[in-house]
């Protein structure tokens, strides 16, 4: 509702010409997605129908295009092969209400920073799987269906390598070489049905024996099925919780990142949790209509805004395009050549991979790679489940050591030298004042959390004797957990063993009220608590019996002097 704000004649010509676009480009994706994961193509028109139409009435960005993905084919068949098209459906069905749970509790924006090591990880084991999994329709093999694992069906691939159909591959090469100069000389336009098309017309005229959407499918249906769901044992809805869990993840990413791709592009900003929301009823209506995952698709979201969509009427149309074309179409879709398909998808494989980005991260540190390979090769080797969620914990060990190297804690009361060389000599530096003998003082500078916790215990560790007076500066504290507060309690209490003082300085709000909330600036005291390093030292010295000593004066820049001066003089 708040994109039709103003909305004109213009914008909805538009629209309609962006939604038939994108629906052509979507028609043989959509069939391809679903064959690639184990089902038949119609479950992808339906798809991209039903949730298409879901996506860009109730999400949260402009113009997503929504619908079957590269990114849930391994996933998919994966699930239909080990519980059938039945348990794919209930597993969509625990996805969508993750989804929807997920935005209602805001968790949008959480989900946005995931790291690229872990996407680009995961996207190009998805390229290379999908890729492989085309070779038997791309070269017409006679074998049966290959094994699941990746070294298992190229192995298989090998031994039936003597099968090729000549006739199959020419058409596969024909639809690649196709959408390769469409692409090139009419950038604009649909290279993909392109080269379907042309592949089907050049079996059909030529009389290849080549295996079609005909022969192995059958015909097309000419509606959407009625809603409903399969009857399932429900012994087996525990096995489909982490599949579920995959589906969820990989559609919220997914369709977060392709909303953020759209942001730059037309410089709008989208919403996040109610994104979510809409890819979860989407994915529930999906199957409920016979359909397969969906979410948010980069590649269809960026040839609508090319095409000049404005809003998500233009998605709309999408749908409409696609339904129309299942209506008076369908029939003419069982002369597709299955090559043509595999085609289709191979060219995909090449784009989702993004080559370049995996081969760049070559370059950045160590762990980042190390994560991004991992993540890789369990997406190849193993399954896109256990990838995402070995993924995703690396991502958060991944952050935990980003966050401890930031935070750092140190003694500083020997270390009295400004080493801030030409830059503006800091006001509260410690070597502006003198520290009284039995009085050390440390400093941390960064999130005070369970990264950082375990620095704080081998510095404080490093005191043989305990002085009298401790003081904590906390100044670049932003922010304090349950573990820090665990570590600085058992400092209070070593303290309060060996007779010594904890003496805060300069605590910010957030670590302030975890304080106060858990009962440990009670246990520290009010009066040794300051907000800055001045009273604190003067509180160590009260403690010690020495005199009280003025704060030095601050430093002041000579043009903030002069400012000064004239105000002075004002006044």
């Given at each position: 509702m708040t994109s039709l704000r103003g909305y004109s004649k213009s914008c909805f010509g538009s629209d309609v010409f962006a939604g038939i676009t994108v629906g052509i480009v979507a028609l043989p994706l959509a069939m391809a997605f679903a064959i690639a994961s184990g089902v038949g193509p119609e479950r992808g028109l339906f798809t991209a129908i039903v949730a298409g139409l879901l996506i860009s009435l109730l999400g949260g960005s402009t113009v997503q295009v929504g619908g079957p993905t590269g990114a849930f084919v391994v996933l998919v068949s994966a699930i239909v092969a080990q519980h059938g098209y039945e348990g794919l459906v209930y597993a969509t069905i625990m996805a969508?209400?993750?989804?929807?749970?997920?935005?209602?509790?805001?968790?949008?924006?959480?989900?946005?920073?995931?790291?690229?090591?872990?996407?680009?990880?995961?996207?190009?084991?998805i390229a290379v799987v999908i890729f492989s999994t085309q070779i038997k329709d791309f070269f017409g093999l006679r074998m049966d269906a290959p094994p699941a694992d990746f070294a298992g069906k190229w192995h298989s691939y090998f031994l039936h390598a003597d099968t090729i159909t000549l006739s199959a591959a020419l058409i596969g090469i024909l639809t690649i070489a196709v959408i390769i100069i469409a692409r090139k000389r009419f950038p604009r336009w649909p290279a993909m049905l392109f080269g379907m098309v042309a592949?089907?017309?050049?079996?059909?005229?030529?009389?290849?024996?080549?295996?079609?959407?005909?022969?192995?499918?059958?015909?097309?249906?000419?509606?959407?099925?009625?809603?409903?769901?399969?009857?399932?044992?429900?012994?087996?809805?525990?096995?489909?919780?982490?599949?579920?869990?995959t589906i969820a993840m990989l559609a919220a990413i997914e369709s977060l990142l392709s909303a953020s791709v759209a942001d730059g592009m037309l410089g709008t900003r989208h919403r996040s949790n109610m994104e979510l929301v809409a890819q979860g009823v989407a994915n529930v209506a999906s199957v409920t209509f016979g359909g397969i995952p969906a979410t948010g698709a980069i590649a269809r979201t960026a040839t609508n805004i090319k095409s000049g969509a404005k809003t998500p009427v233009a998605g709309?149309?999408?749908?409409?395009?696609?339904?129309?074309?299942?209506?008076?179409?369908?029939?003419?879709?069982?002369?597709?050549?299955?090559?043509?398909?595999?085609?289709?998808?191979?060219?995909?494989?090449?784009?989702?991979?993004?080559?370049?980005?995996?081969?760049?991260?070559?370059?950045?540190?160590?762990?980042?790679?190390?994560?991004?390979?991992?993540?890789?090769?369990?997406?190849?080797?193993?399954?896109?489940?256990?990838?995402?969620?070995?993924?995703?914990?690396?991502?958060?060990?991944?952050?935990?050591?980003?966050?401890?190297?930031?935070?750092?804690?140190?003694?500083?009361?020997?270390?009295?030298?400004?080493d801030n060389g030409e830059r503006t000599p800091d006001a509260n530096a410690l070597s502006k004042r003198h520290v009284p003998a039995g009085v050390e003082v440390f400093e941390i500078n960064g999130p005070f959390f369970f990264g950082?916790?375990?620095?704080?215990?081998?510095?404080?560790?490093?005191?043989?004797?305990?002085?009298?007076?401790?003081?904590?500066?906390?100044?670049?504290?932003?922010?304090?957990?349950?573990?820090?507060?665990?570590?600085?309690?058992?400092?209070?209490?070593?303290?309060?063993?060996?007779?010594?003082?904890?003496?805060?300085?300069?605590?910010?709000?957030?670590?302030?009220?975890?304080?106060?909330?858990?009962?440990?600036?009670?246990?520290?005291?009010?009066?040794?608590?300051?907000?800055?390093?001045?009273?604190?030292?003067?509180?160590?010295?009260?403690?010690?019996?020495?005199?009280?000593?003025?704060?030095?004066?601050?430093?002041?820049?000579?043009?903030?002097?002069?400012?000064?001066?004239?105000?002075?003089?004002?006044?």
């Open positions: 969508g209400i993750l989804l929807i749970i997920l935005g209602v509790s805001r968790m949008g924006s959480m989900i946005k920073f995931v790291p690229f090591p872990v996407t680009t990880g995961f996207t190009t084991g592949a089907t017309l050049a079996a059909s005229l030529l009389g290849l024996d080549v295996e079609t959407i005909g022969s192995r499918f059958g015909d097309l249906p000419r509606m959407l099925p009625r809603p409903g769901l399969p009857g399932i044992d429900l012994h087996v809805l525990p096995e489909l919780v982490t599949p579920a869990f709309i149309v999408h749908a409409i395009t696609l339904a129309v074309v299942l209506l008076f179409l369908a029939p003419l879709a069982k002369s597709i050549p299955l090559a043509a398909l595999a085609g289709i998808l191979m060219v995909v494989s090449y784009d989702m991979s993004e080559m370049r980005h995996f081969a760049a991260m070559f370059k950045a540190p160590r762990s980042d790679v190390s994560v991004m390979v991992l993540t890789f090769l369990l997406t190849v080797l193993v399954d896109l489940t256990t990838a995402v969620q070995i993924g995703l914990v690396l991502a958060a060990f991944l952050f935990m050591r980003r966050m401890s190297e930031v935070t750092n804690v140190g003694m500083i009361t020997r270390e009295l030298k400004d950082a916790a375990e620095k704080f215990k081998e510095v404080t560790g490093t005191i043989s004797k305990t002085p009298p007076v401790i003081i904590l500066r906390m100044r670049n504290v932003p922010a304090i957990d349950a573990t820090g507060l665990h570590v600085l309690r058992g400092m209070v209490h070593r303290c309060r063993r060996e007779s010594t003082t904890l003496i805060l300085s300069g605590v910010h709000a957030q670590p302030l009220f975890a304080m106060c909330k858990c009962g440990l600036y009670e246990e520290i005291g009010e009066a040794n608590a300051f907000g800055n390093i001045d009273d604190a030292l003067n509180r160590a010295r009260e403690i010690l019996g020495l005199p009280q000593e003025p704060a030095p004066v601050p430093f002041v820049p000579s043009v903030a002097r002069e400012d000064l001066r004239k105000s002075e003089d004002a006044g």
